[in-house]
């Protein structure tokens, strides 16, 4: 469960624009809402088991999106993945993978990776199952950084 601290008044985010809230030169890792906090315990397992710094993408917004952060991301660290609670399937983890090919081929290093929610329905009983967890963002982590 995520937990931090809310302003206690009135508060606007800027449409369009990403937060980078953790630096890195290894990996970027893209996620919006909850997903991030599980991106962050990850680039701090992948820090300290593997002396990977991985980079840290809030969206905050995906219509519009920040194409221009999460682009300056990927072609400094070369390798990236892409992380939300949808399908695999028509989940807007892959506009996000196909603006990246088309913007920042010649920089990457690896193929984009996306983690998703299975391609399945799902009981919300067993949604800790379904959802991206640390563990599989881990492994996806650790085969960016074997990629040939």
Sequence with gaps: MAAEEVPVND?????????????????????????????LEVAQMAHEQMGVNC??????????????????????????????????????????????QEECFLHLEAPIQRVTGWDTPFAYIYEPFYLPDKWRCYETVKKLVEYM
């Design 11 to 39: 508060y606007t985010l800027p449409l369009s624009t990403a937060e980078v809230v953790r630096e890195g030169t290894d990996v970027t890792m893209i996620g919006w809402g909850t997903v991030v906090h599980v991106l």
């Design 55 to 100: 980079e840290v993408i809030d969206l905050q917004t995906i219509m519009p999106y920040d194409s221009a952060t999460i682009e300056k991301s990927v072609k400094k660290t070369g390798k990236c993945m892409v992380v939300h609670e949808a399908p695999l399937t028509q989940g807007f983890g892959a506009e996000i993978a196909a603006r990246l």
